[in-house]
Nanobody, 125 residues
Framework: VQLQASGGGLVQAGGSLRLSCTMS????????MGWFRQAPGKEREFVAA????????DYADSVKGRFTISRDNAKNTVYLQMNTMKPEDTGIYYC???????????????????WGQGTQVTVSS
C-alpha cells in the first residue's frame, strides 16, 4: 500500500489549504483513513479521521470547526480541508490508512498500519 500526500505549502494565518492523499490500492474503500501532524520538537498528533464509507468522522479539539476530512472512494483519495489556519497548525502532515471491515474511526497512530511520506504545512503569522 502506498500513500501519496500533497497540497502542503506556505499560507498566512487565516488562510486555507487542502491536502490530498491518494492510495495505490483499488480497495481504498476498505480502509479507514486519518491525518496526523508533527511540529518541530513535538510528537506526532492526531488531526482527523474518517471511516471507510465516509459516514463517520472524528477531529482533534484543536481543529474542530476549522478542518474537514472527506474522501472520494472512486478516486482513492482522502482530503483535509483546512480553513482559518493558525501558526500552531504548522507541521508535517501525514496521512494514514488501516484496512478494516468495520466503520470505525481511529484517533491513535498505532491503529494505522500504513503511512504516507508527509507534506509540509507552514502557517505564517
Amino acid at each position: 500500500v502506498q500513500l501519496q500526500a500533497s497540497g502542503g505549502g506556505l499560507v498566512q494565518a487565516g488562510g486555507s489549504l487542502r491536502l490530498s492523499c491518494t492510495m495505490s490500492e483499488r480497495t481504498f474503500s476498505n480502509y479507514a483513513m486519518g491525518w496526523f501532524r508533527q511540529a518541530p520538537g513535538k510528537e506526532r498528533e492526531f488531526v482527523a479521521a474518517i471511516s471507510r464509507s465516509g459516514g463517520s468522522t472524528d477531529y482533534a479539539d484543536s481543529v474542530k470547526g476549522r478542518f474537514t476530512i472527506s474522501r472520494d472512494n472512486a478516486k482513492n483519495t482522502v482530503y483535509l480541508q483546512m480553513n482559518t489556519m493558525k501558526p500552531e497548525d504548522t507541521g508535517i502532515y501525514y496521512c494514514a490508512a488501516q484496512f478494516t471491515f468495520s466503520s470505525f474511526t481511529a484517533v491513535r497512530a498505532t491503529s494505522y498500519g500504513h503511512w504516507g511520506q508527509g507534506t509540509q504545512v507552514t502557517v505564517s503569522s
